[in-house]
């Protein structure tokens, strides 16, 4: 088929997520390599965004490729109840490359289904009730992940699971205290007590936190936020949940990106990374003492597709690539590139407002004066945030006429590369935004 056909086929028998079906212009894929992939009419696209933030390793990663072509010849399938030398392989894995005492896994089918389960873990372990997540934050499109969602695509499918208080970001660009950096008095932690202490310390379970938000923004916290979250945690007997479907595996430069502040989460929640997309596959990964809980009780948890063969296979086999290929350092590496580029481009477009990165993991913000931080596209359902609603659609289309895909939400640009990407593909990728950003900036005008 050729690419309207394939469009046709699945305009007029499948869903596409998070869209007004009629407005959705996709594109094709037939193959991939690297960081490029290639449309069904043979044009090639350097994929800027690692599909949705999930092929870290890259297109046609052989290592994962044989080791889920192996898996799906030998044994395709297998029970949960079952054993399997993969499944104990990836939890074995885990268990090295995850912080502290983090030792134990229980496998879900994505990263969503990680959140709901830890939501079960944190319940059952203290028999309290209550959880507390930020309010731009992303956690998975299932019930219990969208309540711990802050941001406004939980809004049209309320009431959803009971117990979830949401509390404000450290969004140190647009601080919701009104302080700067330069007179910050750090009130997104003390905030943080505040609401403990108003819902009860012996009602809450957990906080749950993105290890460094993503799509809501990617807002990289101050130094001390972990730590002293940490440190809240403990005083009250809270459990702490790091959701590091997106920030994990090498993504920011690091293994996760709690890592950076030196912090043990109780319990830590991975999707994405963990295959590199080419399986579906997702974790919940629980200290020793919340293993050590259920070694006699009753662990009232299972899926169908939990410890699936041919997604634990793709698992050792990514965590084998990201060590054997030196993927994490090389997102280092260039991490230090596409900050240096990403000033570049604010410094030469009114139109960006912020550039916020980490490793491979960055976006930038966009805005219609710098002066009043308007956004230039609004926040869905929220008419305080006023902008122009074709911001997004515009600036993905400039992006795609140049060769690129790059993901686009609201205000925001992500340009978050596969971790294999060298210093002349970033260089590419960042004078094609360049070209682009000259779109958001007629806006401006």
Same mark, same amino acid.
């Given at each position: 088929?050729?690419?309207?056909?394939?469009?046709?086929?699945?305009?007029?028998?499948?869903?596409?997520?998070?869209?007004?079906?009629?407005?959705?212009?996709?594109?094709?894929?037939?193959?991939?390599?690297?960081?490029?992939?290639?449309?069904?009419?043979?044009?090639?696209?350097?994929?800027?965004?690692?599909?949705?933030?999930?092929?870290?390793?890259?297109?046609?990663?052989?290592?994962?490729?044989?080791?889920?072509?192996?898996?799906?010849?030998?044994?395709?399938?297998?029970?949960?109840?079952?054993?399997?030398?993969?499944?104990?392989?990836?939890?074995?894995?885990?268990?090295?490359?995850?912080?502290?005492?983090?030792?134990?896994?229980?496998?879900?089918?994505?990263?969503?289904?990680?959140?709901?389960?830890?939501?079960?873990?944190?319940?059952?372990?203290?028999?309290?009730?209550?959880?507390?997540?930020?309010?731009?934050?992303?956690?998975?499109?299932?019930?219990?992940?969208?309540?711990?969602?802050?941001?406004?695509?939980?809004?049209?499918?309320?009431?959803?699971?009971?117990?979830?208080?949401?509390?404000?970001?450290?969004?140190?660009?647009?601080?919701?205290?009104?302080?700067?950096?330069?007179?910050?008095?750090?009130?997104?932690?003390?905030?943080?007590?505040?609401?403990?202490?108003?819902?009860?310390?012996?009602?809450?379970?957990?906080?749950?936190?993105?290890?460094?938000?993503?799509?809501?923004?990617?807002?990289?916290?101050?130094?001390?936020?972990?730590?002293?979250?940490?440190?809240?945690?403990?005083?009250?007997?809270?459990?702490?949940?790091?959701?590091?479907?997106?920030?994990?595996?090498?993504?920011?430069?690091?293994?996760?990106?709690?890592?950076?502040?030196?912090?043990?989460?109780?319990?830590?929640?991975?999707?994405?990374?963990?295959?590199?997309?080419?399986?579906?596959?997702?974790?919940?990964?629980?200290?020793?003492?919340?293993?050590?809980?259920?070694?006699?009780?009753?662990?009232?948890?299972?899926?169908?597709?939990?410890?699936?063969?041919?997604?634990?296979?793709?698992?050792?086999?990514?965590?084998?690539?990201?060590?054997? *290929? =030196? /993927?994490? &350092?090389?997102? %280092? @590496?260039?991490?230090? #590139?596409?900050? *240096? =580029? /990403?000033? &570049?481009?604010? %410094? @030469?477009?009114?139109? #960006?407002?912020?550039?916020?990165?980490?490793?491979?993991?960055?976006?930038?913000?966009? #805005?219609?004066?710098?002066?009043?931080?308007?956004?230039?596209?609004?926040?869905?359902?929220?008419?305080?945030?006023?902008?122009?609603?074709?911001?997004?659609?515009?600036?993905?289309?400039?992006?795609?006429?140049?060769?690129?895909?790059?993901?686009?939400?609201?205000?925001?640009?992500?340009?978050?590369?596969?971790?294999?990407?060298?210093?002349?593909?970033?260089?590419?990728?960042?004078?094609?935004?360049?070209?682009?950003?000259?779109?958001?900036?007629?806006?401006?005008?």
């Amino acid at each position: 088929m050729d690419t309207q056909q394939i469009v046709e086929l699945n305009r007029e028998y499948t869903f596409f997520t998070w869209s007004v079906q009629s407005q959705v212009q996709p594109l094709t894929a037939v193959r991939g390599e690297g960081v490029y992939f290639w449309d069904a009419d043979g044009r090639r696209y350097l994929d800027f965004s690692s599909q949705l933030m999930n092929v870290n390793a890259g297109h046609g990663n052989r290592r994962i490729i044989a080791a889920v072509q192996a898996q799906v010849a030998s044994m395709a399938y297998a029970y949960p109840g079952i054993a399997t030398e993969a499944r104990g392989r990836l939890g074995q894995l885990l268990a090295e490359v995850t912080p502290g005492d983090l030792c134990k896994t229980l496998f879900t089918t994505g990263g969503g289904e990680a959140n709901e389960n830890a939501i079960k873990f944190a319940r059952l372990y203290t028999g309290r009730h209550k959880l507390l997540a930020r309010y731009r934050s992303f956690h998975g499109a299932t019930a219990g992940a969208l309540s711990l969602t802050g941001d406004p695509y939980r809004l049209p499918v309320e009431p959803l699971i009971s117990g979830v208080v949401h509390f404000m970001d450290p969004y140190c660009y647009r601080c919701p205290f009104g302080w700067t950096p330069e007179t910050c008095h750090r009130e997104c932690i003390s905030h943080v007590e505040q609401v403990v202490e108003f819902e009860g310390p012996e009602n809450i379970a957990a906080i749950v936190l993105e290890g460094v938000t993503g799509s809501n923004g990617l807002i990289i916290p101050p130094d001390d936020y972990w730590p002293r979250i940490r440190a809240l945690c403990d005083k009250y007997g809270i459990l702490l949940v790091s959701d590091e479907v997106m920030s994990g595996f090498g993504r920011t430069g690091k293994w996760f990106g709690v890592d950076h502040w030196g912090v043990t989460p109780d319990i830590m929640t991975l999707g994405k990374g963990i295959t590199s997309g080419y399986v579906p596959l997702g974790a919940v990964v629980v200290s020793r003492a919340i293993a050590d809980y259920f070694e006699n009780r009753r662990l009232p948890m299972g899926l169908t597709y939990s410890g699936h063969p041919v997604g634990v296979a793709a698992g050792v086999a990514a965590i084998e690539a990201y060590r054997a *290929e =030196g /993927l994490v &350092e090389n997102a %280092a @590496r260039m991490g230090v #590139v596409l900050k *240096e =580029g /990403l000033e &570049e481009l604010k %410094a @030469r477009h009114p139109s #960006v407002g912020d550039v916020r990165s980490i490793g491979l993991f960055s976006t930038i913000e966009l #805005v219609k004066d710098r002066q009043s931080k308007t956004p230039l596209a609004p926040l869905p359902g929220l008419p305080s945030n006023p902008g122009d609603a074709n911001v997004a659609p515009r600036l993905a289309a400039a992006i795609r006429e140049r060769g690129m895909h790059c993901f686009v939400k609201w205000n925001h640009l992500f340009p978050i590369p596969p971790l294999c990407i060298t210093e002349s593909e970033l260089r590419d990728g960042l004078r094609i935004l360049d070209e682009a950003l000259v779109v958001a900036d007629e806006m401006v005008r």
